[in-house]
DNA sequence: GCCATGACGTTCC
DNA sequence: GGGAACGCCATGG
């Protein structure tokens, strides 16, 4: 498994809790912007008991990617319900209300990951509502 | 090694 | 503000 993989892994594992983040946040967090849609890939490679809180993360529409009609969608949207993210009309999340932000994965994560957090602050923007 | 696909994102209509 | 088109990175055939 390529090393961007943990990476993308353990930056979902300090998304805290009743918080939620984007996959583009998760990929440029995780060293490779742009690559929002291998985060979505390597969420889908994650077991059943992992560890990884993979609902927390939803598309930079504040919405849940799954199929509508699958049942990961609903488990998805009951695990958020469960942490306190509320959905407005249209199953979407306010991300200015529950959006994790970035700078919070500085403080948690601390000086080991300056190389991502340097890369982030070039190109800090957007999802602010 | 090339082509198609996918839990996405950004930019133009 | 909503929808369509193009771009992105990694995997699988």
């Not at 199929?67 to 942490?83: F, I, K, T």
């Amino acid at each position: 498994m390529n090393p961007f993989y943990h990476r993308i892994y353990r930056v979902v594992r300090h998304i805290p809790k009743g918080r939620v983040a984007t996959y583009g946040l998760v990929a440029r967090l995780a060293g490779r912007p742009g690559a929002a849609r291998t985060v979505g890939w390597a969420l889908s490679a994650l077991p059943d008991d992992t560890d990884v809180p993979w609902w927390r993360v939803l598309n930079a529409a504040g919405r849940i990617s799954l199929a509508a009609h699958d049942h990961g969608s609903v488990v998805q949207r009951a695990l958020l319900l469960r942490e306190g993210v509320t959905f407005a009309p249209g199953g979407a999340v306010n991300l200015g209300m529950f959006g994790w932000p970035a700078e919070a994965y500085d403080t948690a994560a601390g000086a080991h990951t300056r190389a991502a957090s340097s890369r982030r602050s070039r190109r800090s923007r957007g999802l602010r509502t």
